[in-house]
């Protein structure tokens, strides 16, 4: 069992607002990740980092920001919710094991609704 | 173009009967390939994880098979229970990035029927 936490699980707000969703992990793992993913379909990288104060974006262009202060603690922000970001947001950490077989842990989801 | 592509979309079998699932993918440089289980409104959890030089691997009633030459793989799942129903992904690792950029299929929906 992955030790990654993400809240809420679920959260359903109206367009325009602004919504921060959280994931914390307690392995220690330096990289952390966010991905975005509708029913049916592949899961698609928004946002990565390596480590603390490191964040990149990832392959799906997103309007959404994050934050690395802290290890572990990788937070997505919306700054203005619009119905078009509904989806299923999936973080995921891993290790510093390195190498070509370093397995992401994913936390259980957060399914956003924009009204 | 890097992609990966699962058969089928989805199945439905009877509890206690064997299934097979496919992936193909033409991501290239390869690095590793792994299957994920997806319980419905859950976060991905690793099943299994291949490398070039490996055939087959097994955890529990699962079994992956690669075929790195054909680029194929298969996950089997042995004697099923109502507990497998879920969505099986699988994710392919390049080289191409220190990141180790993952591919993912849309998985294949599997539900077993009492």
Redesign the interface.
């Given at each position: 069992e992955a030790d990654i936490y993400q809240t809420p699980r679920y959260l359903v707000i109206g367009t325009g607002k602004k919504i921060t969703l959280e994931c914390s992990q307690t392995m220690g793992h330096d990289k952390m990740y966010w991905y975005q993913q509708d029913p049916g379909m592949e899961l698609h990288l928004i946002h990565y980092s390596y480590g603390v104060n490191s964040t990149e974006k990832g392959d799906l262009s997103s309007e959404s920001t994050v934050s690395r202060i802290r290890t572990e603690h990788f937070p997505l922000t919306l700054e203005s919710a619009r119905p078009s970001h509904t989806s299923q947001y999936l973080c995921a950490s891993s290790g510093r094991a390195g190498g070509l077989q370093e397995t992401q842990y994913f936390g259980p989801g957060t399914r956003l609704l924009v009204l | 173009k890097n992609q990966?592509e699962q058969s089928p979309?989805s199945l439905i079998i009877l509890e206690g009967k064997n299934c097979t699932l496919q992936c193909n993918y033409t991501v290239s440089p390869f690095?590793?390939l792994?299957w994920y289980k997806q319980d419905t409104?859950?976060?991905?959890?690793?099943l299994t994880?291949m490398?070039f030089s490996e055939n087959t691997k097994s955890n529990g009633r699962y079994t992956a098979t690669l075929d790195a030459d054909t680029k194929q793989s298969s996950l089997h799942i042995t004697a099923s229970q109502l507990s497998d129903s879920a969505s099986y992904?699988c994710v392919v690792?390049d080289?191409g990035s220190?990141?180790?950029r993952?591919y993912?299929?849309?998985?294949t929906?599997l539900t077993v029927w009492p």
């Open positions: - | 990966v979309q690095s590793n792994r409104g859950r976060g991905p959890v690793s994880i490398t992904i690792s080289r220190t990141l180790g993952l993912f299929g849309r998985g929906q």
